[in-house]
C-alpha cells in the first residue's frame, strides 16, 4: 500500500485515466493521498499566435474541470496543472512532492514510440519509485 500517489492524467482517447485512478484508490494506504497531475506541454511560439489571448486559462479551467470529474468521490485527492516537458515535469513533480507510487495509463506502443519513446516509458526508466503502468 502507498501513502502519497501521482496519477498523472492525459487526455488522449486511448489513455484511460479513469482505470488509473481505480489503480491508485486499490492500491492507496488507509489515509494516503492521491495527486492527478496533468502536465501542459508549451506550445511553439508561431502557433500561440493564431490563438486567442486567453487560450491557457480557458485550457486551463478545462483541464481542472476535467480532473476534477475524475477525482469526484475520492476522498483526499488533488488537482494539480502544471505547464513544461511531460515525462520530466511527471518525474520532477514527484521526486519533489516525495511520490511512493505513479499510475499511469499507457498506449499500445507503435513504431515512433521505438525511436523516440513513450511519456510512460521515460517515467517507468527514470521513476525513483514505484510505476505502475495502466493499458
Not at 488509473?20 to 495527486?35: F, L, N, S, V
Not at 511531460?86 to 499511469?104: G, N, P
Amino acid at each position: 500500500m502507498y501513502d502519497n500517489i501521482l496519477v498523472p492524467v492525459s487526455f488522449e482517447a486511448d489513455r484511460n485515466a479513469r482505470e488509473a485512478m481505480d489503480i491508485a484508490q486499490a492500491i492507496r494506504a488507509e489515509g494516503g493521498k492521491i495527486t492527478l497531475l496533468h502536465v501542459m506541454e508549451h506550445l511553439p511560439q508561431y502557433a500561440t499566435e493564431y490563438l486567442p489571448p486567453d487560450h491557457l486559462e480557458k485550457a486551463r479551467a478545462d483541464i481542472t474541470g476535467g480532473l476534477s470529474a475524475l477525482s469526484e468521490n475520492v476522498e483526499d485527492a488533488e488537482v494539480v496543472v502544471v505547464e513544461g516537458h511531460s515525462a520530466r515535469t511527471i518525474l520532477d513533480y514527484a521526486d519533489e512532492t516525495k511520490v511512493d507510487c505513479i499510475v499511469i495509463a499507457s498506449h499500445r506502443p507503435g513504431m515512433q514510440d521505438y525511436f523516440l519513446g513513450s511519456t510512460a516509458a521515460r517515467v517507468v526508466r527514470h521513476a525513483k519509485c514505484a510505476v505502475h503502468v495502466v493499458r
